[in-house]
């Protein structure tokens, strides 16, 4: 079996996980910062790279106790290194470039958009196994700064169909909520009170593009 360790730092969140053989979710452990930010309306950088400061390496030390791991268990550690905030960014490096030279291991840089297409191939156990999806496939990417649409036609073979012009889904929503004097995030908030709205009090035009 091949543990790897992944961490991750792109923006607001510390996340650390052990993901065994490239599919199953052994451990998955997340550090928010939602109560931190949520006076600014969003993510201020400065503290949210801070923080990762503080959390990371509770948060790498608990997901590997909930892996029931020790460090001779990993094949490797893999972290996030773009896109995303630099400084929030630069603590997840780091700290797993160190862990890589102290262990002997050998270090993965993994692309944040990636990323977020090959969940689609996690498990987790207790939810029992599923076929990994299969080519060719169309994969939406929805995150708090990317909204986009990619063509896989293999492992690592990517074509950028498109993507908003002018903002991200989540990025839009945090600042709709801002602008309704909604609370951080965006997107609970007014899910939460769109559920007291009336769908027909205004005609909304099409969204379309040719």
Same mark, same amino acid.
């Given at each position: 079996m091949t543990n790897i360790l992944g961490i991750e730092t792109s923006c607001d969140e510390t996340a650390a996980a052990v993901v065994a053989d490239g599919r199953t979710i052994r451990s998955n452990v997340v550090a928010s910062q939602v109560d931190l930010h949520a006076q600014y309306g969003g993510v201020f950088p400065e503290m949210a790279s801070r923080q990762h400061i503080l959390s990371i390496m509770p948060?790498?030390?608990q997901a590997m #106790? #909930? $892996?029931?791991l020790s460090w001779d268990d990993l094949a490797a550690i893999a972290v996030t290194y773009g896109p995303g905030l630099p400084g929030s960014l630069l603590v997840g490096v780091n700290t797993a470039k160190g862990l890589a030279y102290g262990r002997g291991l050998p270090l993965i840089g993994v692309n944040h958009i990636e990323a977020h297409v090959y969940t689609n191939w996690l498990e987790i156990p207790e939810a029992g196994q599923h076929p990994a999806p299969e080519f060719?496939? =169309?994969c939406l990417v929805v995150s708090g700064g990317h909204t986009e649409l990619i063509l896989m036609r #293999?492992? !690592?073979q990517y074509e950028r169909l498109g993507g908003t012009i002018d903002d991200a889904a989540g990025e839009a929503f945090d600042k709709v909520g801002r602008l =309704? !004097?909604?609370p951080y995030p965006g997107g609970p908030a007014i899910e939460? $009170? $769109?559920k007291l709205g009336n769908p027909? $009090?205004?005609?909304l035009p099409r969204a379309w593009l040719k």
């Amino acid at each position: 079996m091949t543990n790897i360790l992944g961490i991750e730092t792109s923006c607001d969140e510390t996340a650390a996980a052990v993901v065994a053989d490239g599919r199953t979710i052994r451990s998955n452990v997340v550090a928010s910062q939602v109560d931190l930010h949520a006076q600014y309306g969003g993510v201020f950088p400065e503290m949210a790279s801070r923080q990762h400061i503080l959390s990371i390496m509770p948060v790498i030390k608990q997901a590997m #106790d #909930d $892996a029931h791991l020790s460090w001779d268990d990993l094949a490797a550690i893999a972290v996030t290194y773009g896109p995303g905030l630099p400084g929030s960014l630069l603590v997840g490096v780091n700290t797993a470039k160190g862990l890589a030279y102290g262990r002997g291991l050998p270090l993965i840089g993994v692309n944040h958009i990636e990323a977020h297409v090959y969940t689609n191939w996690l498990e987790i156990p207790e939810a029992g196994q599923h076929p990994a999806p299969e080519f060719p496939l =169309l994969c939406l990417v929805v995150s708090g700064g990317h909204t986009e649409l990619i063509l896989m036609r #293999d492992y !690592g073979q990517y074509e950028r169909l498109g993507g908003t012009i002018d903002d991200a889904a989540g990025e839009a929503f945090d600042k709709v909520g801002r602008l =309704l !004097g909604l609370p951080y995030p965006g997107g609970p908030a007014i899910e939460q $009170a $769109a559920k007291l709205g009336n769908p027909t $009090a205004f005609k909304l035009p099409r969204a379309w593009l040719k």
